[in-house]
């Protein structure tokens, strides 16, 4: 089973760009579909990306297309967040998560999630 750890938050001003990392420990990476959520205070925990097992599938929250790109290297366990043009309603905690299935963007989907890592976005 895998374990998750995130990096790359922090506070950074509207317009700006973060790239989020997720490293994952374990073995058989490539056996599982990844995801980003993000959760703000107070609501729900919402997915943003997903990825394929090979990475050649993908998917977008609906209000973040085109401003962000997930990727995967599953040589070295890594999923990345490209965030861009980012903005003051993108402030969260944002969670790397693995699921079974090779695609989802259900979060009851996904099992395995790291700590998350915060981004603050100022306006």
């Known amino acids: 089973q895998v374990q998750l750890v995130e990096s790359g938050g922090g506070l950074v001003q509207a317009g700006d760009s973060l790239r989020l990392s997720c490293e994952a420990s374990?073995?058989?990476?490539?056996?599982?579909?990844m995801g980003w959520f993000r959760q703000a205070p107070g609501t729900e925990r919402e997915f943003v990306a997903a990825?394929?097992?090979?990475?050649?599938?993908?998917y977008y929250l609906e209000s973040m297309k085109g401003r962000v790109t997930i990727s995967r290297d599953n040589a070295k366990n890594t999923v990345t967040l490209q965030m861009n043009s980012l903005k003051p309603e993108d402030t969260a905690v944002y969670y790397c998560?693995?699921?079974?299935?090779?695609?989802?963007?259900?979060?009851?989907?996904?099992?395995?999630w790291g700590p998350g890592t915060q981004v603050t976005v100022s306006s």
């Open positions: 998560a693995s699921t079974y299935f090779d695609f989802s963007s259900t979060t009851s989907q996904y099992l395995i």
């Open positions: 374990g073995q058989m990476f490539s056996r599982y579909g």
């Open positions: 990825i394929s097992r090979s990475g050649d599938r993908n």
